[in-house]
């Protein structure tokens, strides 16, 4: 996830630029901005990109996650599936919608498994949100078509997966809408930013409203504007849409260094007794931010993971144990722990998240671990990368 690895000349003349007219917000002004619309612009050539009809950017990926599911009509009491493989965002928008986040089993693709999705949809279920995890894609065509024969929506969470495609079309797209990040560990980044994307006209409307207390963004006087729905302030700045642009304008060069660097290291990892890799549904659309695979067992992987942090290999994660996106470590949400009384503790029956079970998942990722892939190695750091890394796991 390499955007922070690659600012350079580019980004500071974008920022220039907003500096130079002093315009940081996304919207008029239009005489002083001197032709500069920085998020208008990513927004065009995202979407081009893309493939898709509109797109939306907002603060943060989190903040295009609740804005997806405003603009989709999913709130108070509506029950969403989502893996319990994802970063945590993913089930605080559901939760903070008003929601209740139903967990479904991952498989070996280490995103949702699609019959596990069929067994968790009940009368109150509204959405499926898959996650395409670490840089690649789940089953989206077998996902896509259980929602279609259940009447459900679909909003791809893809903030880890830009760039990646499925059967030549884009993650992000498959759905009623999609969701992107921009963070610093993002495959581009803008410091804090996100995209949410749709080929609905009505659900782009719905989303700019509400990422912007409803203004419906028609008058020439912004005080003037009509508020059909209630909103919230998920505004991108110019400054890091500005970023952004930049960022985006070298995603082929990034997604091509990847994708060089992650297939040198499969080839040297293949052979090792044990070790398989993820399962890629199409291994041409990956965009390779992450290589991921799976040991034998728990103890092996452990030892591994040790193995691999003293033999100096960094980057690399053994996800059942993170904080931050596997559920097992997910205590506060467990307890509902919020700032604030959460709007699922008023249902008659609230779920308890303390007693899920996920005994596939937990099979998977106990097994599982990942390595970042830098756009930054040379060849040799590459081949030693892999000298080392076959020392641990086929000593
Ligand atoms: C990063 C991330 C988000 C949230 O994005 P932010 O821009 O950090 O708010 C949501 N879902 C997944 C899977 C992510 O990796």
Known sequence: MPGFEIFGEEERTQVGHVLETGVLFRYGFDQARNGHWMAKTFETELAQRLGIGYCHLCA???????TALAACGIGAGDEVIIPPFTFVATMEAVLHAGAVPVFAEIDETLCLDPEAVRRVITGQTKAVIPVHMCGAMARIDAIKTVCDQHDLILIEDACQALGGTFNHQALGTFGHMGCFSFDPVKTITCGEGGAVVTHYERLYHRAEAY????????????????????????????????????????????????????????????????????????????????????????????????????????????????????????????????????????????????????????????????????????EAEIRERIDRMRKVLAP
């Open 60 to 66: 943060s990926g989190t903040a295009a996650l609740s």
């Open 211 to 378: 990422a912007d207390h409803g203004h419906d963004h028609t008058g020439k006087d912004r005080g003037l504007e009509g508020h059909a729905i209630l909103g919230a302030n998920f505004r991108i700045s110019e400054l890091n849409a500005a970023v952004g642009l930049a960022q985006l304008r070298k995603l082929d060069r990034i997604l091509e260094r990847q994708r060089l660097h992650k297939k040198a290291l499969k080839e040297g990892l293949s052979g090792i007794p044990g070790l398989t890799f993820r399962e890629l549904p199409d291994e041409k659309g990956d965009s390779a931010t992450f290589l991921s695979f799976l040991l034998p067992d728990e103890s092996r992987t452990r030892e591994a993971a040790q193995g691999l942090a003293e033999a100096g290999v960094d980057g690399c994660f053994y996800w059942y144990e993170n904080n931050w996106h596997y559920i097992r470590q997910w205590d506060h949400l467990k307890a509902l722990s919020s700032a604030a009384s959460l709007p699922l503790t008023l249902l008659k029956q609230p779920p308890d998240y303390a007693r899920v079970s996920l005994s596939q998942s937990d099979a998977i990722m106990k097994r599982t671990l990942s390595m970042l892939i830098k756009l930054s190695w040379t």
